[in-house]
């Protein structure tokens, strides 16, 4: 199980740090993404660290802005979040891939199966 936390609400100019942590299983071979949905809006990609955390990939809107990173021995993944705005509005939610051993940057949902349960991150104006 994939649980998320560390969601909340902030001002525009603010941060957060999310965590993900897993429990039962191991994601220390895994690639982790973190995705976001906006309501109404389909769900879209941030950012993801391959299984070593040697690698990463992020979406043009949140470069420069927000940092992934892993603790291989706490099982967790990490999503710093800085100089948020309001359009960084979502429900949070951080997914493992499907294969071992795999990075691929190109953040396509269909490669992650192993989905926890979301975060809200509200960022006022």
């Known amino acids: 199980q994939l649980v998320e936390s560390g969601g909340g609400l902030v001002q525009a100019g603010g941060s957060l740090r999310l965590s993900c942590a897993a429990s039962?299983?191991?994601?220390?071979?895994?690639?982790i993404g973190w995705f976001r949905q906006a309501p109404g809006k389909e769900r879209e990609f941030a950012a993801a660290i391959s299984w070593s955390g040697n690698s990463r990939a992020y979406a043009d809107s949140v470069k420069g802005r927000f940092t992934i990173s892993r603790d291989n021995a706490e099982n967790t993944v990490f999503l710093q979040m800085n100089s948020l705005k309001p359009e960084d509005t979502a429900v949070y939610y951080c997914?493992?891939?499907?294969?071992?051993?795999?990075?691929?940057?190109?953040?396509?949902?269909?490669?992650?199966?192993?989905w926890g349960q979301g975060t809200q991150v509200t960022v006022s104006s």
């Open positions: 039962g299983r191991s994601i220390s071979n895994y690639a």
């Open positions: 997914a493992a891939d499907r294969e071992r051993w795999r990075f691929d940057s190109s953040g396509s949902l269909g490669q992650y199966d192993y």
